[in-house]
């Protein structure tokens, strides 16, 4: 999460000059993917965008706190860590020190932060209409209200369903509903989101993407991706060099995800992507599961064991996804995670 710095944000910070201080211009009207934030406005002030900080968190899925002895601003996604000053022209991303163009403020009690760093830096993108005087952030998605209070929660060892769901006064049925499990199989560091005080399901959670371009995956962060696409969920397989797709399982694993093609059909595809040919060699892939497209990479090696009956495929398959790690050392992948890159149209 603190290594996502990338040369083309730098460059996009240092492309403005700093504004002086100066009185903000009328709102603008907020559009995200060109729906309208009803309630919402952006201050123009030197030609540069403001919104309000509180809308960051909402609207571009990430965590915001604010220090007010130090007057400090911290914002997080999957993406990145930003560190902001009231009222100062730098701030840090991901512990590097970088120039801004444009430096938060108040107004009244509300505190305004520069739309475009922090977007694009949380990996959205920004468009600005002179004529409708209006915001875009394409890659975000409008807040969605949730249907309940919902905790984040990291399974620990020695956890159950039963135990979590005793620890927070709700009940089995509702943690499964609202993560969507398939079985009551869970593991260290899963992610859950488990609903408080009560024993109804929560809707409406969304979790970080840095959205897709056309034709490629999301990319999401491992423990987002592992959250989607859970244990014993089936999906299908989008290779990206070759075209073709297959059904898949997924059997279970806590670092990245352990599969099998779902049948004998699924099994031949695969191995037809692999020149007729068994291999540990890593291809781009996407995932597409649940009307959702997530950035992936696999390799075409039966290993262990296999659940799937009749399926010609003699163990598992591995598919990694950003940020995922290998079983056996604990660590990322490079060829792994330069193919996810790939599978997202950054590489």
Not at 61 to 67: C, G, L, M, T
Not at 164 to 177: E, G, L, P
Not at 235 to 256: C, E, P, Q
Not at 302 to 308: E, L, R
Request: aromatic content about 8%.
């Amino acid at each position: 999460m603190r290594n996502f710095a990338s040369i083309a944000l730098a460059a996009t910070i240092f492309l403005f000059c700093i504004p002086s201080v100066a009185e903000a211009n009328p709102s603008a009207a907020l559009m995200i993917n060109g729906q309208r934030i009803a309630g919402e406005a952006s201050l123009i002030r030197n030609d540069r965008a403001y919104v309000p900080l509180r809308l960051v968190s909402e609207s571009l899925n990430a965590k915001v706190q604010w220090n007010q002895s130090r007057r400090t601003i911290d914002i997080s996604n999957g993406h990145s860590e930003i560190r902001l000053f009231l009222n100062e022209a730098f701030g840090y991303m991901n512990a590097r020190r970088i120039g801004l163009d444009a430096p938060p403020f108040l107004v009244g009690s509300t505190t305004y932060v520069p739309l475009r760093f922090v977007a694009t830096a949380l990996g959205a993108d920004v468009r600005y209409d002179n004529r409708s005087v209006s915001i875009r952030l394409a890659g975000a998605k409008p807040p969605a209200s949730a249907s309940g209070t919902a905790t984040e929660y990291r399974v620990s060892s020695g956890d159950t369903l039963g135990t979590i769901a005793a620890r927070f006064k709700t009940s089995v049925a509702a943690i499964k509903q609202t993560n969507q499990l398939k079985s009551d199989l869970i593991t260290p560091g899963q992610l859950l989101f488990v609903p408080t005080n009560s024993k109804q399901p929560v809707t409406n959670i969304s979790v970080p993407s840095r959205g897709s371009k056309t034709g490629y995956g999301e990319l999401i962060e491992w423990q987002y991706a592992n959250w989607i696409f859970n244990h014993h969920s089936t999906a299908v397989i989008h290779d990206l060099w070759s075209g073709k797709r297959f059904n898949i399982y997924r059997i279970g694993g806590a670092n990245h995800a352990d599969c099998e093609p779902l049948t004998a059909q699924d099994t031949a595809i695969m191995k037809s992507i692999y020149g007729g040919q068994w291999s540990w060699n890593t291809r781009p892939v996407i995932v597409e599961i649940d009307g959702r497209r997530l950035a992936a990479s696999m390799n075409g090696m039966p290993h262990a064991f296999n659940t799937v009956p009749n399926n010609n495929f003699n163990g598992m398959f591995c598919v990694h996804f950003w940020k995922s790690r290998n079983h056996n050392t604990n660590a990322e992948n490079p060829a792994h995670q330069l193919n996810v890159q790939r599978a997202a149209g950054l590489k």
